[in-house]
């Protein structure tokens, strides 16, 4: 019996080996270079936040809370006046009207991918749902300003107009004229013109079609086939099966509608397109406004004297902090999804 | 009375409730119709995409430039391949980092939260402030709009993308390989180079393609930093041409001859992007790849 | 490095009868702390694992034979492959996962802080529950273990990966296909390549986990055949639900029951003659 068998513990081979030597450096380095990625990633967002709050610290001091109740927009040097309200108008509106027509649509069409198209069908229909989202945002620029804006103006608006102009129901306010404002006869004031709110929410209704539909169809896929079995054991019909489905999931649901909403308020060549361009704040589907990432997209260039520029610096904080609380909003409730996911 | 009719007035499972099943299939019929409509909607733009792009198409556009006569667009399709390769180049290391990271060394802590949180803040963020930040952080240094400033820009929107892939695409190698590979008595970064990033490079690669289809039609942060160029200048120091962004300028213009060649524009533009998406989803099929 | 062992290998692979032991006072026995026992391969000394709170291993002292297959044995969750596990150190890699007590291998501490996992793991081989080749083709899959172990030169690696190969009782299926993907192999084939993959860096303990669990009867048997042939030159260590494949490969045998050691020594007694009540319940079927 030979004492090889043990060596003491100072001749351990397992310890410091010598040629594991650049393997354990090679270890750290792609540690440390990942963990470096990382970093600078996390930097990137508050550098954004950085430069954003440096360009846009003299308009805050000048302006501060006035910014959000001010509808003027004067970049006239010696008249400066600059409030955001007509552009928080303009992408809230043109928002709001795309998710009224896209959630339905998407919704819509992710329940028909997963619960009502046979397999065949489903695959091919969701790959080109997903192609609408594919298509770069210029392309529906161009296409909403040469092909739906005079669409609008001469076909659909007019029918509009006509159904509802003379339709007055309820007071909601004063013109300037002082004559009454009613609804919803104030919703198509001042007649057809193509690039309008209208145009603006039904080019952001494409946009974000593709998004929430793909998550939707995501989530829904996730409704576990025994609650369904047992919804139709019990004598449901489908579409009372299909609202249980939408009902189970509907945090993942809410999670899609906000990251569309998101997109829709950062979207911005196809809506300057198509919205008239102007800083206007009007209950009419049919009239002309301006939406944050428009103006920035319209007027940072020109921003000639520091006031000015500042004050572009503040829409872009406003519109980062708008987007930013979307998207949280939406992580969060997608976030619960994805761990359900991972759990199960 | 006959066995026809006792069949139908007294069989109990016959519909006790014609309303739940109208309901039923209305909710069914607008379902379908929604697709329709979405569907509609893909057909009608790409039919008039295609129409006009080739109504208008002449071998000019590929071999001209823009103040050339007849008219071209060919620095602006170079423009925006250089670009989007400067923009790789940028992005696409850090975004394999950062996926690398959070699928192989991320642990539980606040630190991943946060992580997943500014990747995902990244990658909502609307592009056009993405610009405003390139603006500041190149341009303004430099004086000048420059080719950097703007693949500055478009790799801002690649990281998100292709860190988010990178990571679902590791994680989607499966433990044993990495067992298996500790087992032997490899080192941590051997298993990533040698076994766990040879095994989820397709789908990475996938990934990688989708944000390069994806910032390759992007106009919005380039309109402060490429500015666009109607010269054949590829120096990224100098303002850079794009073919986004000579879109845009065309749109907006009365002259008619612009406006056609906008369409065109748009059908190549639509076009490269497109068969790339359509190829890597058709490469990938059946796996997982999220593009939003 | 050469092991220090490999005088006593020689000595086995002159024939030195494996069924002899029985002869010897038994090696494999649970030992006191401070008792030292000599030729043994793997000295394991009050171990206890945690996965978070919970204890999933409590105070094991255990010796391994060297040069000898011993079987762990006992029900599911019993704590088996966790100690298995412990020998290469693969618990590193579960979160949570805290390992108390000494474990040596040829005496050296393999818990000490300064271990490299790297240089152990190369020493001990391990084969897992289900064959996990790489997605590479079969040579590759057998010369990773030598390419990360800074192997240069096409035809050493070439040589080595035939001789694995071979060891394995691989080599005549796969001779002429070498650079096919390892994926195209059937189940048991992929088995033995895992194995050729675990013995191609020279370890000196080989660790299966369950390996034939996924196998059918046929390659089981293939699997267990060349057990018996790789034990002339390397202690093995195998984790085994199945308790004819334990009398059927190994020379010693542990039981394991909620994770404790209930009972070790060579196979013949602990499955005729057991000392413990449980581990006669176990063997003959009772529960499990």
């Known amino acids: ?344 | 009375m006959s066995a026809q009719q006792i069949a139908t007035t007294e069989n109990p499972f016959a519909g006790r409730s014609p309303g739940r099943r109208w309901i039923s299939r209305g909710a069914m019929a607008l379902c379908t119709f929604a697709t329709a409509v979405a569907l509609a909607v893909l057909f009608v733009v790409l039919a008039y995409i295609g129409i006009r792009g080739i109504e208008y198409m002449t071998p000019a556009f590929f071999t001209n430039l823009p103040l050339q006569s007849p008219e071209g667009m060919r620095n602006c399709i170079i423009g925006t391949v250089i670009l989007v390769g400067l923009a790789s180049v940028l992005g696409v290391p850090l975004g394999m980092l950062c996926g690398i990271y959070m699928a192989e060394y991320a642990g539980r802590g606040w630190f991943t939260y946060l992580t997943q949180l500014v990747m995902d803040l990244l990658a909502g963020t609307p592009t056009i402030l993405l610009g405003v930040i390139a603006w500041q952080l190149v341009v303004v240094p430099m004086h000048q709009q420059s080719g950097w400033s703007g693949a500055l820009a478009l790799a801002f929107i690649m990281v998100p993308i292709v860190a988010r892939a990178s990571e679902e695409m590791l994680r989607l190698v499966p433990h044993p390989h990495r067992e298996a590979s500790a087992g032997l008595g490899a080192s941590k970064s051997q298993t990533l180079f040698m076994v766990i990033l040879p095994a989820a490079k397709a789908g990475i690669a996938t990934g990688i393609m989708l944000a390069i289809a994806r910032v390759a039609g992007e106009t919005a942060p380039l309109l402060f930093t490429a500015l666009g160029n109607d010269q054949a200048v590829y120096n990224p120091s100098e303002p850079y041409p794009s073919l986004t962004l000579k879109i845009w300028q065309y749109s907006q213009s009365a002259e008619l001859a612009w406006r056609h060649q906008a369409w065109t524009a748009v059908l190549v533009l639509v076009a490269m992007v497109l068969v790339f998406t359509a190829a890597v989803r058709f490469a990938v099929r059946g796996r997982k790849v999220h593009v939003v | 490095m050469t092991p220090p062992v490999s005088a006593e290998n020689v000595s086995r692979a002159n024939g030195a009868q494996h069924g002899s032991h029985s002869a010897h006072a038994p090696r494999m026995i649970p030992v006191a702390p401070d008792q030292h026992v000599k030729r043994h391969a793997i000295d394991i000394k009050n171990l206890e694992v945690f996965y978070g709170k919970g204890r999933a291993v409590h105070g094991v002292n255990l010796q391994i034979a060297h040069g000898e297959v011993t079987a762990f044995i006992g029900p599911s969750g019993c704590g088996k492959s966790t100690i298995l596990r412990c020998l290469n150190r693969m618990n590193d890699l579960i979160k949570h996962c805290q390992v108390r007590g000494s474990i040596k291998i040829h005496g050296a501490d393999i818990y000490d802080r300064r271990t490299d996992v790297m240089e152990l793991r190369k020493r001990t081989g391990m084969v897992f529950q289900k064959p996990n080749p790489f997605p590479k083709s079969i040579f590759d899959n057998v010369a990773y273990p030598l390419r990360i172990h800074g192997v240069r030169g096409k035809a050493v690696i070439a040589e080595k990966v035939e001789k694995s190969l071979r060891s394995a009782g691989l080599w005549e299926e796969v001779k002429d296909r070498l650079h096919v993907s390892a994926l195209s192999l059937s189940g048991g084939q992929q088995q033995r390549l895992c194995i050729a993959r675990a013995i191609a860096a020279d370890p000196e303990v080989l660790l299966m986990d369950e390996p034939c669990s996924a196998l059918d009867p046929i390659a089981t048997k293939t699997v267990e055949s060349l057990i018996n042939e790789l034990s002339k030159t390397i202690t093995i260590v195998v984790v085994t639900h199945n308790m004819h494949q334990a009398v059927r490969v190994a020379h010693q045998t542990a039981f394991f029951y909620m994770g404790n050691l209930i009972e070790a020594g060579p196979t013949d007694k602990m499955f005729h003659n057991p000392e413990h009540q449980q581990t006669l319940a176990y063997v003959t079927g009772q529960f499990g």
């Not at chain 1, 019909?237 to 997109?263: E, N, P, S």
Request: proline share 6%; charged share 10%.
């Open chain 1, 1 to 344: 019996m030979n004492d090889a068998d043990n060596p003491s513990p100072l001749q351990n081979p397992f310890i410091d080996v010598p040629q594991n030597a650049a393997r354990r450096l090679v270890d750290r380095i792609t540690k440390a270079a990942a963990l470096g990625g990382v970093l600078l990633t996390i930097s990137i967002l508050a550098i954004i936040f950085i430069v954003l709050i440096h360009g846009s610290w003299m308009a805050l001091r000048q302006i501060g809370w006035h910014f959000f109740t001010t509808q003027a927009w004067n970049p006239v040097p010696g008249r400066d006046k600059y409030g955001v309200l007509s552009f928080l108008y303009g992408t809230g509106v043109t928002t709001f009207l795309a998710l009224l027509f896209g959630v339905p649509l998407s919704i819509g069409t992710a329940v028909f991918i997963t619960r009502i198209a046979p397999r065949w069908l489903a695959g091919p229909v969701s790959f080109l749902v997903e192609l609408l989202a594919a298509i770069p945002s210029i392309a529906y620029g161009l296409w909403g300003c040469f092909v739906m804006s005079p669409w609008l103006q001469n076909y659909l608006e007019p029918v509009i107009y006509d159904a509802l102009r003379h339709i007055a129901i309820i007071p909601v306010g004063k013109y300037p004229s002082g004559r009454i404002e009613y609804f919803p006869a104030n919703l198509v004031r001042g007649g057809p013109s193509g690039s309008d709110f209208l145009a603006g929410g039904l080019i952001l209704t494409i946009m974000i079609l593709p998004i929430i539909t793909a998550i939707t169809r995501d989530v829904l896929q996730q409704f576990p086939a025994e609650i369904e079995q047992g919804a139709y054991g019990l004598g449901a019909t489908w579409w009372q099966t299909t609202r249980l489905a939408l009902a189970y999931c509907r945090a993942g649901i809410f999670g899609a509608i906000m990251l569309g909403m998101a997109r829709a308020i950062g979207e911005t060549m196809a809506v300057i397109m198509v919205i008239g361009n102007t800083d206007h704040i009007s209950a009419s589907l049919f009239a002309g406004g301006q939406t944050m990432s428009g103006v920035l997209a319209n007027e940072f260039m020109e921003a000639d004297h520091p006031i000015y520029l500042s004050a572009m610096f503040y829409v872009a904080l406003v519109l980062m902090l708008s987007s930013l609380v979307t998207n949280v909003i939406a992580r969060g409730l997608l976030a619960k999804i994805q761990t359900e996911r991972k759990a199960a």
